[in-house]
């Protein structure tokens, strides 16, 4: 099962940048993230689901040129993400 919307806007809050922030590069990585560890989680129980691996793949790729694109642009506003969400500096 997916992530409910409870959950998504729990966690979607912090980083949003006003009260309708659906879209902003932080939200967006926030979002992807959730999604990557909810499916890291199901990959431990189901190896053989290679098909969601793939989706898997693209997500991580998405959320890296996200990434990319938010150091280049806010600097410091990418340290804070990446110290919230735990993730390494690596772009």
């Not at 099962?1 to 729990?10: L, P, V, Y």
């Not at 009260?19 to 999604?35: M, N, P, Y």
């Amino acid at each position: 099962m997916s992530i409910t919307a409870e959950e998504k806007s729990k966690t979607l809050h912090p980083a949003q940048l006003h009260a309708k922030d659906t879209g902003s590069s932080e939200v967006q990585i926030t979002s992807l993230t959730e999604r990557i560890r909810y499916l890291t989680e199901h990959f431990k129980q189901h190896k053989k689901d290679l098909h969601s691996k793939r989706g898997l793949q693209t997500m991580v790729n998405r959320r890296k040129k996200l990434l990319r694109y938010l150091k280049c642009k806010n600097n410091s506003s990418y340290f804070t993400l990446i110290n919230r969400l735990e993730l390494r500096d690596s772009y």
